[in-house]
């Protein structure tokens, strides 16, 4: 069974950095897609970037700002997010399925999610 745990989240400044990690169960990313997304209150789920063994994808949002990387010996998947902006304030959660898609129905397990907020 995949279990995905996030970590990382925070409060940050605008124009600051935040490195998120999701440790998945082993096996995790030989049969995964990986992703991360995002929930503001009152909001969908949104899609923030996603990688298929080493193709990468974003969301229009956050192209150019945050970078998604894996470390296949520590099963981990970061997300590297910089030059925040407040509306970058959401859940952010770690995803793992078998289609590399934005859709949230393209993913079957997801993590907790861990909070990030952005101060202006």
């Known amino acids: 069974q995949v279990q995905l745990v996030e970590s990382g989240g925070g409060l940050v400044q605008a124009g600051g950095s935040l490195r998120l990690a999701c440790a998945a169960s082993e096996g995790t990313f030989s049969n995964n897609v990986m992703a991360w997304f995002r929930q503001a209150p009152g909001k969908e789920r949104e899609f923030v970037a996603a990688?298929?063994?080493?193709?990468?994808m974003y969301g229009e949002s956050v192209q150019g700002r945050f970078t998604i990387s894996r470390d296949n010996a520590k099963n981990t998947v970061f997300l590297q997010m910089d030059s925040l902006k407040p509306e970058d304030t959401a859940v952010y959660y770690c995803a793992a399925g078998p289609r590399f898609g934005r859709s949230p129905d393209d993913y079957r397990n997801w993590g907790q999610g861990t909070q990030v907020t952005v101060s202006s």
């Open positions: 990688l298929r063994w080493d193709i990468r």
